[in-house]
């Protein structure tokens, strides 16, 4: 039921909360599957034994569908939390006039609390003015989205035998980090989702340059929205931000790619029962809609369904723009 009078932030906080727990149990439950599955096999060193035997049957018949229900349990709350803010919001909009445009929880639902009258009309001239009034401006997502330069390093390192798999390439330090604490199969899963994301966004939006606009729109959002599947929403976060830690990086394509990222995340939390199909579907609405960002030509971030893909500007050569300290969650993982 709604949960009248609440603020509709802080039930959406809630809402990712209790999303973010579910991932972070769902990534637990698969660890936790791996190293059983290296201790059966024999590999990797993994634990093994009568006692290991045991305790797999007991993981697979009782404990493993009891965490499942506890996660189903912890998405659905989120989804229904997220459900009484979307209600509040739109309660609260239908009682406060015409201040509903600036005050619901949603871009659109602003501008069409009235149906009739003087107020129509200017619910009307504010959505030509501002199609999304939640939306920052250009020049604040240019300001707002930006992260200081990091420390880098080569990964894998010079003695990993990972550089017999993997190319060694130039990564923030916190990118490092979180890479070396991936077991084998997130990291097969992780080059996975890098893969998917370049040929998903190929498919949707094709480009023959990929950076600024709406291809790159799209893989970065949806390349999030999988990590948060794969991985949790805490160490995606973590990751694709410290990922635009690079040193040098344009300040437009910087905030673009963060603004982008947090898109994507908030659509797979939002979601934690979609495919990755499904995902690919709600991102690239999102692209349509404009509720991502692409770089036009002013070499501002603008909403992407208000440049074309033809005519958004090319950021190569912009200047990198100074940026705070992020705050890292530290789910960086140990599992090999």
């Given at each position: 039921?709604?949960?009248?009078?609440?603020?509709?932030?802080?039930?959406?906080?809630?809402?990712?909360?209790?999303?973010?727990?579910?991932?972070?149990?769902?990534?637990?439950?698969?660890?936790?599957?791996?190293?059983?599955?290296?201790?059966?096999?024999?590999?990797?060193?993994?634990?093994q034994g009568q006692d290991a035997k045991r305790?797999?049957?007991?993981?697979?018949?009782?404990?493993?569908?009891?965490?499942?229900?506890?996660?189903?349990?912890?998405?659905?709350?989120?989804?229904?939390?997220?459900?009484?803010?979307?209600?509040?919001?739109?309660?609260?909009?239908?009682?406060?006039?015409?201040?509903?445009?600036?005050?619901?929880?949603?871009?659109?639902?602003?501008?069409?609390?009235?149906?009739?009258?003087?107020?129509?009309?200017?619910?009307?001239?504010?959505?030509?003015?501002?199609?999304?009034?939640?939306?920052?401006?250009?020049?604040?997502?240019?300001?707002?989205?930006?992260?200081?330069?990091?420390?880098?390093?080569?990964?894998?390192?010079?003695?990993?035998?990972?550089?017999?798999?993997?190319?060694?390439?130039?990564?923030?330090?916190?990118?490092?980090?979180?890479?070396?604490?991936?077991?084998p199969f997130e990291m097969n899963a992780f080059?996975?989702?890098?893969?998917?994301?370049?040929?998903?966004?190929?498919?949707?939006?094709?480009?023959?340059?990929?950076?600024?606009?709406?291809?790159?729109?799209?893989?970065?959002?949806?390349?999030?929205?999988?990590?948060?599947?794969?991985?949790?929403?805490?160490?995606?976060?973590?990751?694709?931000?410290?990922?635009?830690?690079l040193p040098g990086n344009p300040a437009p394509?910087?905030?673009?790619?963060?603004?982008?990222?947090?898109?994507?995340?908030?659509?797979?939390?939002?979601?934690?029962?979609?495919?990755?199909?499904?995902?690919?579907?709600?991102?690239?609405?999102?692209?349509?809609?404009?509720?991502?960002?692409?770089?036009?030509?002013?070499?501002?971030?603008?909403?992407?369904?208000?440049?074309?893909?033809?005519?958004?500007?090319?950021?190569?050569?912009?200047?990198?723009?100074?940026?705070?300290?992020?705050?890292?969650?530290?789910?960086?993982?140990?599992?090999?």
């Open positions: 039921m709604p949960f009248y009078g609440a603020d509709v932030d802080q039930l959406k906080a809630l809402s990712k909360a209790l999303a973010n727990g579910a991932s972070l149990l769902t990534s637990r439950a698969r660890e936790l599957d791996s190293l059983i599955g290296q201790g059966m096999t024999g590999q990797g060193g993994g634990w305790f797999a049957a007991d993981w697979q018949g009782r404990l493993r569908p009891l965490l499942e229900r506890t996660m189903r349990g912890l998405e659905e709350a989120s989804q229904s939390v997220l459900t009484n803010a979307d209600q509040q919001s739109s309660a609260s909009t239908e009682g406060s006039g015409d201040s509903g445009s600036s005050d619901s929880g949603s871009g659109g639902s602003g501008s069409s609390d009235s149906g009739s009258g003087g107020s129509g009309d200017d619910a009307t001239t504010k959505t030509a003015a501002n199609p999304n009034p939640d939306q920052p401006t250009p020049q604040e997502i240019l300001d707002k989205y930006q992260v200081s330069d990091a420390e880098t390093t080569n990964w894998p390192g010079d003695w990993d035998p990972l550089r017999f798999v993997v190319d060694q390439r130039e990564v923030t330090e916190k990118e490092a980090e979180l890479l070396n604490g991936l077991g080059k996975g989702i890098h893969d998917d994301a370049f040929s998903t966004a190929d498919d949707r939006f094709p480009s023959d340059d990929r950076n600024d606009d709406q291809n790159d729109a799209f893989r970065h959002a949806y390349w999030n929205a999988l990590m948060v599947k794969e991985f949790g929403a805490d160490w995606a976060e973590d990751y694709a931000t410290a990922h635009e830690q394509r910087e905030a673009m790619d963060l603004y982008n990222n947090e898109v994507g995340r908030n659509v797979a939390i939002a979601n934690p029962d979609a495919s990755a199909e499904e995902l690919a579907d709600l991102i690239e609405e999102a692209v349509n809609n404009g509720d991502t960002v692409v770089v036009g030509q002013d070499l501002l971030p603008h909403p992407s369904n208000e440049v074309p893909m033809d005519q958004t500007g090319d950021a190569n050569n912009a200047e990198p723009a100074p940026g705070e300290d992020p705050e890292f969650n530290d789910e960086s993982r140990t599992t090999s």
